[in-house]
Structures are given as C-alpha cells and as structure tokens.
C-alpha cells in the first residue's frame, strides 16, 4: 500500500507538529516507505487528498495528522476513491473520528495500529454521509452534520483567538463548554421541518438537529448513542422547545446519552434527510462551517475504507 500522511500544524495550536517530530523516527527506523504533507491553510488538505487518490491507481492509505477538521478534509478529498483507506494519528481538540470508529486514541498506538493495517491490508468499509447546503454543493462528512445551536457554538469556537489559548493549557475541549454559556442567552431557536425518508415532521423553536454516523460529536458527546457507522441509518436528535436553562442539563446529560430521555429531544433513523429552518441558522459539517440554512444529507453504505479500525 501507499501511505501518505497530511499533517496539518495548526491543529490544537501546533501540537500535532510535536506529536509528528515523535512518530517520524520510529517511521525511519523501521524502514517504512511514506510521503508527508504539510497543509498551510484551509481547503488545502482536501486539494492535496484528491491529488493523491486521482492520481494513484494502487491501494493507498492517506493518514490524517489532526483532529476531525483535518479528517473531514481529508475524507473530502480523497474518501471517495475506492482504493484509498483513511486513517489518523490523532492530535486535534476533538477527535471524534477516533470515538467513532475504534481506533488508537494516543498517538504511538494510533501510529502502530496503522502500521499493522497497512502491513495486513486490515481496510474496513463503513458508511459514508453526503449533503449538500448552501456553502457546500457536494460534500461528505464522516461524524456528524446538523444546524442550529450546536452549529453556532462550533463556529463561535473556531473563529475565536481563545482557542488556541484553551490548547496551549490543554483544555481545547473546554472552549465549546465556555461558548456554550456564553451563547445561550443570546442564541435565537427557529422553526424547523425534518422530512427523513419522505416523513415530514416540524418543531416550534427547536434548539438544534444533528445527524449522525456514529454517537460521537463535539469531543466526545454521545449525541445519538446508538447510532453505529456500519448500519447503513443515519440517527437524527432534534432538541426542540426547552427553557433555556434546560440547556444546560441537556450539554450535561449528552456525554452519556441520558439526553434523548427528555420529552424534548426527538429521534429518528433513516437514510434520507432534509432539514429546513425558518431562518438562516449556521450548519456544521464534522464540526466544520458547511453554511447556513437548509441542508440535505444522504447516506452512501460502506462508502468510506477506514485503516486499523476494528469491527462496531
């Protein structure tokens, strides 16, 4: 197989720089054949991945040096080719990607296990999300897309300078728990309307709706806990009207899933969806901005090669 890392520097304010100065001599000692990529701004992982994947026509594994918004790259770029397998050596805030499906989480043993999966050809398929919004025509996501609240707080998180504060001290997690209270009070709920699978559903002033590929989102919240990436369902939770207050409990209960035993919080499963706000509310792809308004989301079965992972 041909391995290629993408190592984005910025991710969690530089430390996947000193996670790869780490991993790269125990690569050269084992003799281990690689090319590396540096990307120095957005969209540029995505560039390079489908570079690779149009241009090798042999089984090929581009591993992702980052957190979910190098993986979601990285995925676009190249995660539709059918000879190429994503990995990643964790090293983000996130790291959801890791959560949801199985793999390493420190990066000595995510490296080593990407290692045996190359040498094994260990490649596992799993499904693939699609959606299209405003900002986005045709795209894919790994994790999770959805619009609202959650979407505000992740784009409030990732345009902000404590950001990179928050990481340099090791608490990146902690930047979407400061802007959550610090949103709430000011974030407005909208009227939405659902349509999954051709059954339409509307809620008045809902807070939130998030489809998933597997439970995990925003560093490790069990957003839809039973949601599984090799199904072939994508799980919706959409929070509807709540006090404000209730919030708070909800962003509590959502680490171990106890959120979708309240009155308020709906779930589906279904392959097709369609979500339509009453106003232009922020949309999230994998944590990434993927627009505002309206976005669709089709999921493609087995549509995504994962290296090292292990069976759900």
Known sequence: MNLYFMINPAAKNGRSVSIWKQLQPLLDREGIAYQ????????????IARRIGEESAEPTVIAAVGGDGTVHEVVNGAGSFPHVAIGCIPAGTGNDFVRG?????????????????VRLGNTLSFDLGRFASSAVPDGVFA?????????????AANRSKWKGRFNRFGLGSLIYAFYLVKELFRYQPVDLNICVDGKNYSFQQAWMATISNHPYYGGGMRIAPSARADDGLFHITVVGRMSRWKILALFLTVFWGGHVRMKEVSVFAGRNVRIRPAAPVPVHADGEEAGVGEVSAWIEARGLRVIGAETL
């Open 143 to 155: 994790n999770s897309i959805g619009c609202g609240f959650d979407a505000h707080i992740a784009r």
């Open 101 to 117: 499906f199985h793999l390493a989480r420190t990066s000595k043993q995510a490296l080593q296990q990407l290692l045996n999966g």
């Open 36 to 47: 590396a990529y540096w990307t120095s701004r957005k969209g540029e992982g995505k560039e």
